[in-house]
């Protein structure tokens, strides 16, 4: 007897799902115009934007939504991407907890600069987008490339733990007695010690939901009590981009000393699993080659530092800075540079390891280079 197709295939009816679905929003998109919504219009039953007339009837409202408030889908999409976030980082710390593997915690500290990228754009939001908070936007693009370095790092530590090494890339064996893949097969049979869920997948979506749905009604509708969301304020725009993911990382952190460990340290870059990192000794071995590459990469630092400062004072103010006649803009470049200089200290491995990488030309090109010229 024959089966139907439908049975020997049972995902045809998640396809015609999707394509009804694309075809639906196709539809929703061609006649969108024509539906007669307007700025905060309700729809969606009112959910999606509760009635004009009642907001302002709600008695702490003091102020208009501006044209370009976004809607409570909108601030639902923002809010859930933090929120997942959140557990996000929650779960891999405890995944390190299963599977005894401490390099997987620094995977939860590499992902604190994208926790903080999102609350960036959430804040430009809460301020509803204004030109003079354009430096909110330009740190959001800083702090995404800070948490996609720090992630990369972090997975090359679990890498590096787990036995693979730069000497390959493709961390499988490429025999049955390569003694990499023998690591790599030891560690993947450990077994994975198993915990009890403390709250079941439905518990935890609805969580979500209600931490979604709830911080959008309460941002787009209890900030128009308040009159700091319509001043344009720097310093607070600053103090919720920073603050927030401080209070995250302080969790974390307190977290990490009642397991007993140490809360937070530098990550080790050695080339074991847990050997020591890159040190200022291991550049002195090579000498003054060593000591003059790595004055070179600092150099390189400096170099590019101004540039990029003044970059990013005229991508939020609009002009280049004035650093002669104007103390604001001087002040401000300072401020700049003096950001990253702290963000670069979190690099020194990297930057040890750029001299290490460099001084074997530096001692061939610069120290050594009329050695060579006479012997010839």
């Known amino acids: ?14 396809k015609a799902a999707a394509v009804g679905g694309a075809a639906a929003f196709t539809a929703a998109l061609a006649t969108g115009p024509g539906l007669g919504f307007e700025a905060h219009s309700d729809f969606l039953l009112g959910l999606g934007n509760l009635p004009g007339e009642f907001v302002e009837s709600l008695p702490w409202v003091v102020h208009s939504e501006p044209v370009n408030a976004l809607s409570i889908p909108t601030w639902a999409i923002h809010f859930s991407s933090v929120f997942e976030y959140l557990f996000a980082m929650n779960m891999v710390w405890n995944f390190s907890e299963n599977s005894g593997n401490e390099k997987w915690k620094g995977l939860t500290w590499g992902m604190l600069p994208l926790h903080a ?18 430096f ?82 309460v941002v787009k509708y209890g900030e128009l009590g308040l009159d700091l969301p319509f001043e344009k304020n720097s310093l607070a725009a600053v103090a919720i981009v920073a603050g927030i993911p401080a ?23 050695g080339f074991g699993g847990d050997g020591e990192g890159l040190s200022m000794a291991d550049v002195k071995k090579y000498g003054v080659s060593g000591t003059v590459a790595y004055v070179l990469t600092e150099l390189a630092f400096w170099a590019v530092a101004f540039p990029v400062a003044s970059t ?24 700049f540079i003096f950001a990253g200089a702290n963000v670069a200290r979190l690099l020194v491995p990297l930057r040890l390891g750029a001299a290490l990488a460099l001084a074997p030309w530096v001692d061939e090109n610069l120290i050594n280079r009329g050695e060579q010229e006479v012997e010839e």
């Open 1 to 14: 007897m024959s089966v139907p197709e439908e049975e020997k295939n049972p995902s045809w009816k998640l």
């Open 117 to 134: 990228s999102g609350i960036a754009a959430c804040t430009y939001h809460i301020f509803y987008n204004p030109s003079s908070l354009q």
């Open 136 to 217: 909110v936007v330009t740190s959001q693009a800083g702090l995404t490339l800070l948490g996609n370095i720090t992630c990369a790092i972090a997975a090359y530590r679990i890498a590096v733990s787990n036995g693979w090494s730069f000497g390959e890339l493709n961390p499988f064996p490429k025999s049955k007695t390569d003694p990499n893949g023998i690591i790599i097969d030891t560690t993947a049979a450990m077994p994975l010690v198993l915990t009890e869920k403390k709250e079941s997948d439905v518990a935890l979506a609805a969580k979500l939901a209600a931490l979604t749905f709830g911080s959008a009604y």
């Open 247 to 269: 209070i995250t990382a302080f969790n974390f952190y307190n977290k990490g000393k009642s397991e007993g460990g140490e809360g937070f340290s530098m990550p080790s870059f």
């Open 312 to 335: 990013a004072l005229y991508q939020s103010t609009g002009h280049w800075p004035d650093v002669i006649n104007d103390t604001a803009d001087r002040t401000t470049v300072l401020g």
